[in-house]
């Protein structure tokens, strides 16, 4: 069976700014069977309280650092945060083949020590914040889809389990590619919601019917008033 032949797991990001609220979102959410996104501000401003809630409640979690630099560094980095319950990893593709390489072997190494499955890397292309008219600031030619493909294959390459793109990528990437390789996709907003800071958004539905398969949202589930609701009603649109 291929990935794209199930609806996409639902990630919940953990952006929030307090212990206390991650772990009420842990305690909320974990039944549903979610994966939790830890990032930035969880990581560093909280995160062993975290992952302590996250291990009492058997929840798996995704590890979005977005490490980037030299090959040595991001797999030191890789081989102190892998630990159980870890089951993906996130490394920015312009890092290039040699520290994507790294990453992947340093998951394994790390993963055989501690007889736990081994993370998944995903190699972050284009962020979902970056527009088209943003590309060329940046030194990068042609549109998203095209600098997603690029790096996508750097990725492949280097044995990555897949890359984090938006939803308007993931066909692309998969008729390139092939299904098995994975997407996971941030930006994902219910249809008449806000969306911030994100210019490639998608909604639920849409991330489904592109084959997704990791749908990650936040601020709809964790701002509001009753998220355990607000999960299930995106599990459901993911669903179909």
Partial sequence: MTKTSLAPRLVVALDVPSAAHAVRLVERLAPLGVLFKVGYEA???????LQEALAGHQAGY?????????????????????????RLLTVHALGGAQ?????????????????IPVPEIYAVTILTSIGEED??????????GENATRLAALARDARCAGVVCSVREVAGL??????????????IRPSGTAHGDQKRAATPREARE?????????????????????????LAELQG
Avoid at 108 to 114: D, H, S, T, V
Avoid at 215 to 231: F, H
């Fill in 43 to 49: 990581f560093y401003g909280f995160g062993d309280a």
């Fill in 62 to 86: 995704a590890l979005d650092l977005k490490l980037h630099d030299i090959p040595r560094t991001v797999e030191a980095a890789v081989h102190a945060v892998v630990r159980p319950g870890v």
């Fill in 99 to 115: 520290m994507l390489e790294a990453a992947v072997r340093a998951a394994g190494e790390r993963a055989a020590e501690l007889s």
């Fill in 135 to 144: 590309l060329g600031e940046l030194g990068l030619l042609g549109g998203p």
């Fill in 174 to 187: 998969k008729a390139f590619f092939g299904q098995e390789f994975g997407t996971f996709c941030p930006g």
């Fill in 210 to 234: 592109a084959g997704a398969d990791y749908a990650v949202v936040g601020r709809p589930i964790v701002e509001d008033a009753d998220p355990l609701e607000a999960a299930r009603a995106i």
